[in-house]
């Protein structure tokens, strides 16, 4: 399919019509294991641990978004996290964003540092200064862009560079940005991390991961340890997210100016202290982001003038905008990070602001979406 537009790899690649019955939609393949005509001799699945049509049909259309040689799906965006973290040998470093979402955090802190990995936490946006705050014996830089919650945005292009020349490897949270909007492969990345949990399946109703590269290397190594650990999704899940992704473009589009208009409404109004959306020209990633992202995606971020309390109040006050962990779906859901989402990295370097509340804006009518924040917001 390379040649073809997104919106067209979107609905094809990977999910060719059924040669057997002309279906076309990828059938969701259940059977967990699969004929050998003699020892050895099949169509290339034996056990769905090991390989599974619905989910070959779904890495192959990430990797073709992505532009990646290939791709893996994961039972969640954690386990692609856990399967590439288990590509490094023991005792490597990671250098992680002073604002990776709480989760990466916790894997990384509570589960990989206990078993002799090292890791510190750097502002990436930061490049001038981010020389010096990468140890030499480094093997990997782990970004987000934009980031979860605070959305901050990192130059991939140049930290790829710096990482590079020190020899590590760096990986890219593409789960805010989607491929539709941002390509971190085609600007020096390693590998691409996503929870398809959220715009890629995009309606709330399936947890997984994906992992996109094309280095060789890195594909074996991620494919032996998706068999041997195992954590993969059900059939049922990869067809899920293979549908979300066909509307993916549509509903990027729309989440965008959705949250353009959420974003400008924010800035006016006295409550709010600081809106964070990479959109606004006085965004401090804006240049770069404009120059790496295809649209400013739908994540908007604000702190209330209030404080905690306030932010504590406005989010328990929205009815439209659902008070919910996760994002990326079609319906718009509001949260409190410190508490929430990120309540993992409480006294950490990566702490969240009490005040701050995250906006995951859907696709409804936008004018519904702002009245229901102008309300919450009337404390
Ligand atoms: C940026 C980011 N990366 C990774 C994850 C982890 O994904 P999952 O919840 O599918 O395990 C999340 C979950 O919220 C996330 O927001």
């Given at each position: ?7 067209t ?38 056990y ?12 192959s259309?990430?990797?073709s ?20 973290l ?13 604002d990776?979402?709480g ?24 490049v001038?200064?981010?020389?010096d ?5 480094t093997?990997?830089?782990?970004l ?6 605070a ?15 020190r020899?590590?490897r ?21 590998a ?11 309606h ?12 060789d ?20 899940d ?12 549509l509903r ?12 400008e409404m ?14 606004l ?17 739908g ?17 328990s ?7 919910a ?33 995250r ?21």
């Amino acid at each position: 399919m390379s040649g073809h537009g997104f919106e067209t790899r979107a609905i094809h690649a990977g999910q060719e019509p059924d040669p057997a019955t002309g279906a076309i939609v990828a059938p969701i393949s259940v059977s967990t294991t699969f004929a050998q005509t003699a020892v050895g001799e099949h169509q290339g699945y034996e056990y769905s641990r090991s390989g599974n049509p619905t989910r070959t049909s779904l890495e192959s259309c990430l990797a073709s978004l992505e532009n990646a040689d290939h791709a893996l799906a994961f039972a969640s965006g954690l386990a692609a996290e856990d399967a590439l973290l288990r590509q490094l040998p023991v005792g490597a470093h990671v250098v992680l964003g002073n604002d990776a979402y709480g989760g990466t955090f916790r894997l990384i802190d509570k589960v990989y540092r206990p078993a002799g990995w090292t890791w510190s936490a750097a502002d990436l946006t930061d490049v001038d200064r981010l020389a010096d705050r990468v140890p030499d014996h480094t093997a990997l830089i782990w970004l987000e862009t934009p980031s979860n919650p605070a959305l901050n945005i990192v130059d991939i292009e140049a930290v790829s560079e710096l990482a590079h020349r020190r020899g590590a490897r760096v990986v890219v949270d593409n789960t805010f940005a989607t491929p539709y909007l941002q390509q971190p492969l085609a600007q020096g990345a390693d590998a691409v991390v996503h929870s398809s949990t959220k715009y890629l399946g995009g309606h709330s109703d399936a947890v997984g991961g994906l992992v996109a590269t094309s280095d060789d290397e890195l594909a074996d190594g991620l494919r032996f340890v998706q068999n041997a650990a195992g954590a993969v999704p059900s059939p049922f899940d990869c067809y899920l997210v293979l549908r979300g992704l066909k509307t993916l473009a549509l509903r990027m589009d729309r989440h965008c100016t959705n949250a353009r208009a959420v974003a400008e409404m924010l800035v006016a109004h006295e409550a709010v202290e600081k809106v964070l959306w990479p959109g606004l020209p006085d965004h401090p990633g804006h240049d770069i982001a404009k120059r790496q992202m295809a649209g400013f995606g739908g994540m908007v971020s604000f702190t209330m003038r209030g404080g905690e309390s306030a932010a504590l109040e406005m989010v328990s006050r929205t009815k439209l905008f659902t008070l919910a962990e996760s994002l990326g779906a079609v319906e718009s859901l509001i949260e409190h990070p410190a508490r929430m989402t990120h309540a993992s990295a409480a006294d950490s370097p990566l702490a969240v602001d009490a005040a701050l509340v995250r906006l995951s804006v859907g696709v409804e009518t936008v004018s519904d979406l702002i009245t229901d924040l102008e309300q919450a917001l009337s404390i």
